[in-house]
């Protein structure tokens, strides 16, 4: 099991940009699927974004395909989401995941992190 920490959420205007952080605690980070998550208030958990273990194969929710970009580092243990154009409907606590694999990753995560708030004013 892979224990995940996100950082770098916070309040932006519409328009603006940040750049979420998951470090991994374990040495099998860099064996893993990892993504991105969200649940907005009254809303059920949504799949954001998927990376596989080396980087090569991504995957995106339909609605963040442009503005969203998922990447990893797995020398420094670490995932990333750098999100572009954010909308108000972009707000919501957003959660890094760890699977097997990318193709469970959107429906069966392993691992969850506490999740980041990001908050999106107009």
């Known amino acids: 099991q892979v224990q995940l920490v996100e950082s770098g959420g916070g309040l932006v205007q519409a328009g603006g940009s940040l750049r979420l952080s998951c470090v991994a605690s374990?040495?099998?980070?860099?064996?893993?699927?990892m993504g991105w998550f969200r649940q907005a208030p009254g809303k059920e958990r949504e799949f954001v974004a998927a990376i596989s273990w080396g980087g090569v194969t991504k995957a995106y929710a339909e609605f963040v395909k442009g503005r969203f970009t998922i990447s990893r580092d797995n020398g420094k243990n670490t995932g990333y989401l750098q999100m572009n154009s954010l909308k108000p409907e972009d707000t919501a606590v957003y959660y890094c995941?760890?699977?097997?694999?990318?193709?469970?990753?959107?429906?069966?995560?392993?691992?969850w992190g506490q999740g980041t708030q990001v908050t999106v004013s107009s």
């Open positions: 374990g040495r099998t980070f860099s064996t893993l699927a």
């Open positions: 995941a760890a699977a097997a694999n990318i193709a469970v990753l959107p429906t069966t995560p392993r691992d």
